[in-house]
T-cell receptor
Framework: AQSVTQPDIHITVSEGASLELRCNYSYGATPYLFWYVQSPGQGLQLLLKYFSGDTLVQGIKGFEAEFKRSQSSFNLRKPSVHWSDAAEYFC?????????FGTGTSLTVIP | SQTIHQWPATLVQPVGSPLSLECTVEGTSNPNLYWYRQAAGRGLQLLFYSVGIGQISSEVPQNLSASRPQDRQFILSSKKLLLSDSGFYLCARAASGGYEQYFGPGTRLTVT
C-alpha cells in the first residue's frame, strides 16, 4: 500500500539557517512526488514535483528536493530560510487517480 | 488561468443540521476533482474524488456525501452534521495533461 511518512512533526530554525524537511514514501512503482506548503487558514500551494529524470528538482521560493530511490526519500531543502517560510509543509505521492499525503511538518522560523 | 472557488469560506453549523459546500473550477474541462478534510493539527484525508459528471468514489465511510452535477462543480453534503465533521475542507483538481493537484482556498467548518 502507498504511504508517506514525514518523521518531523515540528521543526524550528533561525532565519538565514539552512532547512531540510524529511519525507519517506512507500510505493511499488516509480513514484510521482510532490511538496506542498500551507499557510495558516489557506489552501495548499505546490512547491515542486518529481516525475522522472534529474533527481534534484528546483521549485518556487528557492526550495529544492532530491529524490533518492535507494532510500525511498524525497527531502525538501532550502539554503537560507526566510521568516515568511513559516508554514506547514506536506509531502505527497501520486498513485493512479489519488494522492497520498504525509501528516505534515510545521516550520517555525526564529528571527 | 485555472482557478478553484470554494464557497462559503467559513461556516458555523449546529449538530444535526444539513451541510452543502460548493467547489467550482474555471478554465478546464473534465477535470478530476477531489474533496479533502483536514482536522486541526493533522494531515489531509481524502473524502471523495470524481473523474466525471455523476461519477463519485468514496474513500472513507462517513456522514458525508458528494455529487458532481456539472463538469466543473463538485458539492459536498451532509444530512445531519456531527461534531466530528468540524475541520477544514479543501477541494482540489488534477492538472490538465499533468499529474499534480491544485487546491482551492478551503472552507472552515465548525460544528457546535
Amino acid at each position: 500500500a502507498q504511504s508517506v511518512t514525514q518523521p518531523d512533526i515540528h521543526i524550528t530554525v533561525s532565519e538565514g539557517a539552512s532547512l531540510e524537511l524529511r519525507c519517506n514514501y512507500s510505493y511499488g512503482a516509480t513514484p510521482y512526488l510532490f511538496w506542498y506548503v500551507q499557510s495558516p487558514g489557506q489552501g495548499l500551494q505546490l512547491l515542486l514535483k518529481y516525475f522522472s529524470g534529474d533527481t534534484l528538482v528546483q521549485g518556487i521560493k528557492g526550495f529544492e528536493a532530491e529524490f533518492k530511490r535507494s532510500q525511498s526519500s524525497f527531502n525538501l531543502r532550502k539554503p537560507s530560510v526566510h521568516w515568511s517560510d513559516a508554514a506547514e509543509y506536506f509531502c505527497a505521492v501520486g498513485a493512479g487517480n489519488q494522492f497520498y499525503f504525509g501528516t505534515g511538518t510545521s516550520l517555525t522560523v526564529i528571527p | 488561468s485555472q482557478t478553484i472557488h470554494q464557497w462559503p469560506a467559513t461556516l458555523v453549523q449546529p449538530v444535526g443540521s444539513p451541510l452543502s459546500l460548493e467547489c467550482t473550477v474555471e478554465g478546464t474541462s473534465n477535470p478530476n476533482l477531489y474533496w479533502y478534510r483536514q482536522a486541526a493539527g493533522r494531515g489531509l484525508q481524502l473524502l471523495f474524488y470524481s473523474v466525471g459528471i455523476g461519477q463519485i468514489s468514496s474513500e472513507v465511510p462517513q456522514n458525508l456525501s458528494a455529487s458532481r452535477p456539472q463538469d466543473r462543480q463538485f458539492i459536498l453534503s451532509s444530512k445531519k452534521l456531527l461534531l466530528s465533521d468540524s475541520g477544514f475542507y479543501l477541494c482540489a483538481r488534477a492538472a490538465s495533461g499533468g499529474y499534480e493537484q491544485y487546491f482551492g482556498p478551503g472552507t472552515r467548518l465548525t460544528v457546535t
